[in-house]
């Protein structure tokens, strides 16, 4: 059984900074995809962040990019997200996700989710 937890959101000032983590249990994060998507209310689920587990590499959605950082710790089998210089725009439920993707930019390719945790950011 699958399952991915996420933790660490809260609320925080903008300009602040937060560490998402994603502790996954019956799924090894160094052997599958792994994603961070946001969901703001009346907004359809947006690309944050993804790691490969083939090459390691890493993408940030264009909203993010300079400022959020995904990684993996493989010993403690848990993804994290790091938010700098956080926005109020940055506001929303943030959520981890695993699978085998091709792009990893779209959530209909996982298989995985977490429940998500709140992220808000105040002005």
């Known amino acids: 059984q699958v399952s991915l937890v996420e933790s660490g959101g809260g609320l925080v000032q903008a300009g602040g900074s937060l560490r998402l983590s994603c502790a996954a249990s019956?799924?090894?994060?160094?052997?599958?995809?792994m994603g961070w998507f946001r969901q703001a209310p009346g907004k359809e689920r947006e690309f944050v962040g993804a790691i490969r587990w083939r090459n390691d590499n890493t993408y940030a959605g264009d909203s993010v990019k300079g400022r959020f950082t995904i990684s993996r710790d493989t010993l403690k089998n848990t993804v994290y997200l790091q938010m700098n210089s956080l926005k109020p725009e940055d506001t929303a439920v943030y959520y981890c996700?695993?699978?085998?993707?091709?792009?990893?930019?779209?959530?209909?390719?996982?298989?995985?989710w977490g429940q998500g945790t709140q992220v808000t950011v105040s002005s």
């Open positions: 019956g799924l090894t994060v160094r052997f599958y995809d």
């Open positions: 996700a695993g699978g085998n993707v091709a792009t990893g930019t779209t959530a209909r390719e996982y298989d995985y």
